[in-house]
């Protein structure tokens, strides 16, 4: 399977402990992107990465969360001192960036991590 | 004014049916456009993009009027595989390309 890939896919977690997601997007591809998912809404973003470089971040992304993209491959995505309201669907997706400009640039999604806090 | 607003739903139609979902957007800057699919528990699929006045796949349309700033997406002869949510999607304007997403139309077919 060539697509994005997400793990876990699901995290269970007591409040005030620290998770970590991981995202592999499809190879090749230097734009990635974390969204965050509540039952009944629609995605909302939170942060995106051109190759390393971190680019925007959310303001809906607390000093609790953090993540990386070391070498402009994989990513990560960590929450510390969870809290209730982090549970959530946590989407990773990925572009090309070369397809006709910024506007036309296809998100494809991964699975998800759902994270359910205690 | 939310940036994207949909039809609350759900929609619940009979195999076969024409049903059609409204979108409307607040950024008049905004060029382009899609619709994509999410079933439960998945991640959302693009079904469609949209970057001028309309475009058709098959069964799908969807049309663009942006003086108006709305968007629709019409589904002709209704499937059961056609049961979902679905997403209408405006790219932020401002630049990297941030997708914004409405709350989703659920559809339901029924035999």
């Given at each position: 399977d060539t697509g994005v890939s997400q793990n876990p896919r699901h995290k269970i977690t007591k409040r005030g402990q620290n998770v970590t997601f991981r995202c592999d997007p499809?190879?090749?591809?230097?734009r990635l992107y974390w969204y965050r998912q509540t039952l009944g809404q629609g995605p909302e973003f939170l942060t995106y990465f051109q190759n390393e470089a971190q680019l925007e971040k959310s303001?809906?992304?607390?000093?609790r969360f953090s993540a990386e993209r070391p070498k402009g491959s994989f990513s990560t995505l960590e929450i510390q001192?969870?809290?209730?309201?982090?549970?959530a669907m946590y989407l990773c997706a990925s572009s090309?960036?070369?397809?006709?400009?910024p506007n036309t640039d296809t998100q494809y999604f991964g699975p998800g991590t759902r994270l359910t806090v205690l | 004014r939310k940036e994207v607003e949909q039809d609350p739903g759900p929609f619940n139609v009979p195999e076969g049916a024409t049903v059609a979902f409204n979108c409307t957007y607040s950024?008049?800057?905004?060029?382009s456009f899609f619709w994509y699919r999410q079933d439960c528990r998945k991640e959302p699929k693009l079904l469609m993009s949209v970057y001028s006045s309309g475009n058709e796949d098959g069964r799908f349309t969807a049309q663009l009027n942006r003086a108006s700033q709305y968007i629709s997406l019409l589904i002709r002869?209704?499937?059961?595989?056609?049961s979902a949510t679905y997403l209408c999607v405006v790219p932020?304007?401002?630049?990297?390309?941030k997708l914004i997403f409405g709350a989703g139309t659920r559809l339901a077919v029924h035999p």
């Open positions: 499809i190879s090749e591809h230097n303001r809906l992304l607390s000093d001192r969870t809290e209730q309201g982090d549970s090309s960036g070369t397809s006709g400009g | 950024n008049s800057a905004s060029q002869d209704s499937k059961l595989s056609d932020f304007s401002g630049g990297y390309n």
